[in-house]
């Protein structure tokens, strides 16, 4: 098969792999659609040392089971392999499996490939109204899904009356906004600095956008889900807490200082980082998709898997403004 595959620092290339062959209560898809995510662009630019080359990324797919108990469905796969016995399994905490293995991680490799095998389990099967390169952002979406959720658990106020405020209008940042609306969150501010994003997002009913750097933040919020992850982004989304506030972690950019830790004591902050999703999490995220909840998710663009190479430098160049690049690889 043909495969996108991550050979060295910034070094992309369409090389011939072994299709890979599905062990006992696997199935065997073709990838018919697959996204870019941040963790990949990191894995790229030589900062992830979880992902060492060479390597297949990817891990928001979606695609045609040809082998298999689902034989001829179109799914949406969960990248998350959890052992379901643990404690965690059972608790129906499963993303903090001790033994848990996403695809485009060793042992496991991704999805910037025509094949992939994962456990049946892991699959969900996409009505025919939703296209496959929609069903894949079930994914990125399903991270703002968790936080969002957990986030109900902390608040101290209900949802509906709750000021919150995005960090980023990546897609995972525009996704847990999407999900706050969908959710009946009284009012929603996004923070973007780019003027192109920041019209997507405009076009995004119920959600405020504004610019961090040139405009006025909003402050005394309850909730701040931060898609970002960046010194900057904690610093300024602790800052705009109410006292008794809380802080949902979604982001990885960077390790560097930002939360006030010594405000969050005085003030009572509720600071919660969030890992993925859970399997309930995952399906509860596709269903709102194909009701159509989560509104028309035409904020997309496409590229050919032959041109991921060009794909990955367009983002890091900044000469893409959509909050996804979703890959081809049978176009």
């Known amino acids: 098969m043909k495969a996108l595959v991550y050979t ?51 891990h928001e797919a979606a695609g045609t089971v040809i082998d298999g108990p689902m034989k001829g469905r179109r799914v949406t796969v969960n990248p998350l392999v959890t052992c379901g016995e643990c404690k965690a399994c059972k608790g129906g905490r499963d993303n903090l499996c001790a033994t848990r293995q996403i695809i485009s991680m060793p042992p496991r490799e991704g999805a910037f490939a025509e094949f992939l095998t994962m456990p049946e389990r892991n699959l969900i099967a996409v009505p025919d109204h939703v296209s496959l390169a929609v069903a894949s952002l079930a994914e990125p979406l399903a991270c ?6 957990l986030a109900q658990k902390a608040l101290d106020v209900p949802l509906p009356s709750a000021r919150c405020l995005v960090m980023g209008g990546g897609a995972i ?32 009913d119920g959600i405020a956008v504004f610019d961090p750097i040139g405009d006025t933040s909003p402050q005394g919020v309850d ?21 008794g506030g809380v802080f ?58 032959s041109d991921g190479a060009d794909a990955f430098q367009s983002i890091a160049d900044g000469r893409v403004a959509a909050p996804k690049v979703t890959l081809l690889p049978q176009a």
């Not at 703002?144 to 959720?149: F, L, Q, T, V, Y």
């Not at 999900?179 to 019209?199: D, K, N, P, Y």
């Not at 390790?255 to 919660?272: S, Y």
Request: hydrophobic residues 45%; glycine residues 12%.
């Open 8 to 58: 060295g620092v910034k070094q992309l290339q369409f090389i011939d792999r072994p299709e890979p062959r599905p062990k006992a209560c696997e199935a065997l898809i073709r990838v018919e659609a697959v996204g870019i995510c941040g963790s990949d662009m990191h894995a790229w630019a030589g900062h992830d040392d979880r992902r060492p080359a060479p390597l297949i990324l990817g």
């Open 144 to 149: 703002g899904w968790h936080a969002a959720r």
């Open 173 to 204: 940042g525009l996704g847990a906004a999407l999900v706050l609306r969908a959710m009946g969150a009284g009012q929603i501010f996004v923070a973007e600095t780019s003027a192109a994003r920041r019209a997507i997002v405009g076009a995004q």
């Open 223 to 243: 909730l701040v889900i931060d898609g970002v992850g960046f010194g900057a982004t904690r610093a300024a989304g602790s800052q705009a807490l109410r006292p």
């Open 248 to 305: 949902m972690h979604i982001g990885l950019g960077d390790t560097a200082p930002g939360l006030d830790i010594r405000r969050a004591t005085l003030q009572e902050l509720t600071f919660i980082g969030t890992y993925t999703y859970t399997a309930q999490d995952f399906r509860d995220t596709a269903q709102a998709i194909f009701d159509g909840r989560l509104g028309a998710l035409d904020w997309t663009e496409t590229a050919l898997l």
